[in-house]
């Protein structure tokens, strides 16, 4: 009897229990590291530079379970850049211009972020918009966002988004009718103090660049070696490339990734100096690997479904022909 309840007694080492201790905090920490690093890898994302107040507001007005996790940073965001690139103050700006991307009928916010980059940057030529104004793409949807771009004084530039496509889509009329009947022209180029500018229309999911405007982006880049500009700029809706996100052109027609593949060998040939993209929601730098192109894409100005606080670049064309971005964070939100 009272060998079995000698038996049954643990005897208590101390030395045994802080090693034990000591293990088992070693080993949270290491599947802590490995759980961060393995997010970081496969979003691109660091969570811990997320904007806390940012993901908060978001989870706060979903509405329904998909919205709630759609609030959530995914795993398939997008790599993480310094809130702001300022130019050297020894190089000498030749313009600066306000880029925009992805308000999502946040119209609000819109207008906030076009009289704060007034505001703070007096000298603004122009606005470049880089597509989904809308959530759906109504008419009605794409003439509120026209009314703000209006309002602002200032001369723009728009590409449609994929979101810009799909009233008109299900109404099995023509995807960019809708766009074309409130803002015109899907794609168009211009050129200001001797930089040629060539807005593109990659947003349609399904069909990529048409046959038309594949010879005018022929025609287009032509000139370009014909010329002898200080810089091409290029901007479209949907990223030519990203190095962690699969949200590029081709994402849903995979064939589309050649094409993409193509433009990006003919904007090197043409010495293109860099292509501006959205609909990530992410402020990201990078240079595409094979081609050399330095690429950027810009934050959503919208508050929903957004990593990021909402935001806005401003673009300082520099007099080397040089090109510094600027992500700016919209106050007030």
Known sequence: MFNRHHQGRRHTNIVFVIFRLILSVFMFVVLLIGIYSAYKHFSGLDPLKLDPVSVLNNVITARTPKQFLNALPSFKVFPKTPESVTPPQSVTVRFKFLLLADSHTDNVNLAKAIEQAKSAYPDLKFIIGLGDYSDVGTIAQLKNAKTVFDASGLRYFLVPG????????????????????????????????????????NSDDYLGLTEAENGWIDGELEKVKQGSFKGV?????????????????????????????????????????????????????????????????????????????????????????????????????
């Open 162 to 201: 994929d979101h810009d496509l799909w009233d008109c889509r299900n109404r099995g009329i023509s995807a960019i009718s809708c766009f074309n009947e409130v803002f015109g022209p899907s794609y168009q180029s211009f050129e200001f103090d001797n930089f040629k500018f060539l807005l593109l229309d």
């Open 233 to 333: 700029l290029v901007f479209l809706h949907e990223p030519l490339f990203h190095p962690s996100s699969d949200r590029i052109m081709g994402k849903i027609e995979a064939s589309l990734k050649q094409q993409a593949k193509s433009l990006m060998f003919q904007l090197k040939d043409a010495k293109v100096k860099q292509v501006f993209a959205g609909d990530i929601h992410f402020f990201s730098q990078y240079s595409e690997p094979v081609t050399g192109l330095s690429m950027v894409t810009i934050g959503a100005v919208t508050i929903e479904r957004n990593p990021q606080a909402p935001r806005f670049a401003i673009m300082s064309v520099l007099e080397d022909g040089s090109i510094k971005a600027e992500d700016v964070i919209i106050l007030g939100i």
